[in-house]
C-alpha cells in the first residue's frame, strides 16, 4: 500500500514538473512575441506630448503662437477635438509656440473656431476694478468741504 502512495506521488511531482515547466517556456515565448512587436511598432502618443515626439510621428506638424495666460484654455479645446499637440517655451518674449496635429482638417478648423471665441469673449472690454472705485470715491468725500455752520433745527452741524 505505501508503495503504491509512494510511486502515485512520485509519478504526480514529475508530472507538475512537466507542465510546469511547458507553461513557463509558453510564457516567455509569448512574452518575447510582444516584447518584439512593441519594439517594431512604436507607442504612438497622443495629447499633450514633446515636439520631438510629434514630429516623429511622421505626419505634418503645423504652428501657432500663444500667450501664457491662454495655454489651459487651448489644452481643454485640443483634448476635446483629439488634437495631438506640443508646447515650446519662447523665453525672449513669454509666449508659446503651440506644434499640433490632427486627424483632418474639419476637426483642426472646429479647434481653432471654439479656442478663438474664448479669446474674443476674454477680451471684452474689462470692468473698472470695484476697490478702485471705492478709494476714488473716498477720496471724493474726504476732499469735500465741510459747512461747519451750525444747523439750528436739529442742534447739529449742517453738511
Request: proline share 3%; aromatic share 8%; glycine share 6%.
Amino acid at each position: 500500500m505505501q508503495d503504491e502512495v509512494r510511486d502515485k506521488s512520485v509519478a504526480l511531482a514529475i508530472k507538475v514538473s512537466k507542465t510546469g515547466g511547458r507553461l513557463t517556456s509558453d510564457l516567455l515565448k509569448w512574452a518575447m512575441r510582444k516584447y518584439m512587436a512593441q519594439s517594431q511598432n512604436p507607442k504612438i502618443h497622443h495629447g499633450k506630448q514633446t515636439v520631438k515626439q510629434l514630429v516623429g510621428q511622421g505626419t505634418g506638424v503645423k504652428s501657432i503662437d500663444i500667450t501664457e495666460k491662454n495655454i489651459k484654455s487651448f489644452e481643454r479645446v485640443a483634448k476635446k477635438y483629439g488634437i495631438d499637440f506640443a508646447l515650446k517655451k519662447n523665453p525672449g518674449k513669454g509666449e508659446y509656440y503651440v506644434f499640433f496635429k490632427a486627424r483632418d482638417d474639419d476637426a483642426m478648423q472646429a479647434a481653432f473656431a471654439e479656442y478663438a471665441a474664448k479669446t474674443v469673449q476674454r477680451k471684452a472690454p474689462e470692468k473698472p476694478s470695484v476697490l478702485q472705485q471705492l478709494s476714488h470715491f473716498k477720496e471724493t468725500v474726504k476732499n469735500m468741504a465741510r459747512d461747519t455752520a451750525k444747523n439750528r433745527d436739529k442742534g447739529g452741524h449742517e453738511l
